[in-house]
T-cell receptor, first 113, second 112 residues
C-alpha cells in the first residue's frame, strides 16, 4: 500500500538554526498539506498545495517558515531561524485531489533547544 | 472560526467495555466529519468519516453518526480491545481551503 514518506523522523536543532523537512506524497496525489501538531493538541494546517501552487498559507508564519513544491511532487518545509516554540510534530498529508481523503505520513518530530 | 471540541482524556476502560468519545463541531457550512486514530510513533490514520447529516461512518467495529441537530459526531464501539489503545482525533473539513480542523485528541487506554 502506498504511503506518504517524510524525513527525517526526528530532528534536534538549536534555537536560531535553520531546519528543513521533506515530504514525498503518494504517487499521483495532486494535493499536499503540511500540518503542525503541538504536543497534546490536534494538528493545525500550515500550508496547502495543489500541484506546485499554494492554495492556502494563511496560517504559515511567513517571517520564518517557507514551503515549496517545485515540481508538484515532493515538498520541503523550512524554518529559519528556529525558535523554542517551534518544537512540535510536523505532519505531511496528501490527497488525490482537493476535498478528497487525506493520507498522513509518520511525521517529523522537531525539538528546538 | 471553525472548531471541534472533544472530550478530554485519558479515558481508561477495561477490555470489552463500551466506548463513547464525545465530539461536537461548529455548524458553519456543510462540513464532512472524520475520526482519525494515532498509534504511538505513527501518523494519523483515517478511522471513519461521514459527509452529510444522518450519515453513519463505520470501520473496525467503531461507529459515528453525523448529527446536525446536535452538531455532534460521537465515536462508539461496543466492545473495546487492548489494541484499540491510541489517541483519537475528531475533525471537520473547512479548516482553510481544504484543510481539516482537529479537536485536541482523546487518549484511550484499554486495560486487560
Amino acid at each position: 500500500e502506498a504511503e506518504v514518506a517524510q524525513s527525517p523522523r526526528y530532528k534536534i536543532t538549536e534555537k536560531s538554526q535553520a531546519v528543513a523537512f521533506w515530504c514525498d506524497p503518494i504517487s499521483g496525489h495532486a494535493t499536499l498539506y503540511w500540518y503542525r501538531q503541538i504536543l497534546g493538541q490536534g494538528p493545525e494546517l500550515l500550508v496547502q498545495f495543489q500541484d506546485e501552487s499554494v492554495v492556502d498559507d494563511s496560517q504559515l508564519p511567513k517571517d520564518r517558515f517557507s514551503a515549496e513544491r517545485l515540481k508538484g511532487v515532493d515538498s520541503t518545509l523550512k524554518i529559519q531561524p528556529a525558535e523554542l516554540g517551534d518544537s512540535a510534530m510536523y505532519l505531511c498529508a496528501s490527497s488525490l485531489d482537493r476535498g478528497r481523503e487525506q493520507y498522513f505520513g509518520p511525521g517529523t518530530r522537531l525539538t528546538v533547544t | 472560526g471553525d472548531s471541534v471540541t472533544q472530550m478530554e482524556g485519558p479515558v481508561t476502560l477495561s477490555e470489552e467495555a463500551f466506548l463513547t468519545i464525545n465530539c461536537t463541531y461548529t455548524a458553519t457550512g456543510y462540513p464532512s466529519l472524520f475520526w482519525y486514530v494515532q498509534y504511538p510513533g505513527e501518523g494519523l490514520q483515517l478511522l471513519l468519516k461521514a459527509t452529510k447529516a444522518d450519515d453513519k461512518g463505520s470501520n473496525k467495529g467503531f461507529e459515528a453518526t453525523y448529527r446536525k441537530e446536535t452538531t455532534s459526531f460521537h465515536l462508539e464501539k461496543g466492545s473495546v480491545q487492548v489494541s484499540d489503545s491510541a489517541v483519537y482525533f475528531c475533525a471537520r473539513s473547512g479548516g482553510g481551503a481544504d484543510g481539516l480542523t482537529f479537536g485536541k485528541g482523546t487518549h484511550l487506554i484499554i486495560q486487560p
